[in-house]
Every structure is written in structure tokens, then in C-alpha cells.
């Protein structure tokens, strides 16, 4: 199994995710200064959140790609863009969970590139 990671469209520079049980959250940020807050229902946060990144790339040329290497490698990571900062916020193309950079190499065995 593999996962594709996605970066921010520009000018967007981070997204804060906030699920809730009522409603989630959506704050948006605009070359570094907070551009405003999106209240949506209940589990529409990470579809609306999909809308600001890069979803229409292959998965060699997202910002991250994930994929497990075996019982003797264990997780695998390739981050793309080496200049990429730890604190940019990435998609999870899979599960549509915003993380950052930092959250994904910090899993477990992602220390390792190829």
C-alpha cells in the first residue's frame, strides 16, 4: 500500500482542520497571515480542505509518497521537494487528513528515503 501526500495550492500556505461533532472548522492562511475561518457541517471539513491542495499530480510528483517497504524495511518515505519545510501542511490523499510535513516523517520508520 502506498499513500500520496499533496501540498497547499498557492497562495495558501497552511490549513487548521477542526472535526467536530456539530461542525468542523476550516482556517485558512494566505501568504503566512490568517485569511478567515470556514464553519461547515459535521464531516465536510476534509472534503472542503481537499479543494486548496494539488490533488491532480501522480504520485511521483506529489509532495510526499508513503509506501510500506516489507517486514525487513518497514515504512518508506520520499519527500519530493527537499526544500519543502516540516511545518507545511500536506493532504493525505487517501484518508483526506490534514497533517504536516513533520506529522509524516515522524511515523514510524519514515526516517528512511529512496
Given at each position: 500500500m502506498s499513500t500520496a501526500y499533496y501540498r497547499l495550492r498557492e497562495p495558501i500556505t497552511s490549513l487548521a482542520l477542526e472535526e467536530g461533532p456539530a461542525h468542523d472548522r476550516l482556517r485558512i492562511w494566505e501568504r503566512h497571515g490568517l485569511a478567515g475561518e470556514l464553519?461547515?457541517?459535521?464531516?465536510?471539513?476534509?472534503?472542503?480542505?481537499?479543494?486548496?491542495?494539488?490533488?491532480g499530480v501522480d504520485d511521483l510528483h506529489c509532495a510526499i509518497h508513503t509506501y510500506y517497504?516489507?517486514?525487513?524495511r518497514g515504512g518508506v518515505g520520499t519527500v519530493n521537494d527537499p526544500t519543502l519545510p516540516d511545518s507545511a501542511t500536506v493532504l493525505d490523499g487517501d484518508t483526506g487528513e490534514v497533517l504536516t510535513v513533520g506529522e509524516v516523517k515522524g511515523y514510524a520508520g519514515l526516517g528512511r528515503t529512496t
Open positions: 464553519v461547515v457541517s459535521a464531516g465536510s471539513g476534509r472534503e472542503i480542505a481537499r479543494m486548496f491542495f494539488e490533488t517497504g516489507g517486514a525487513e
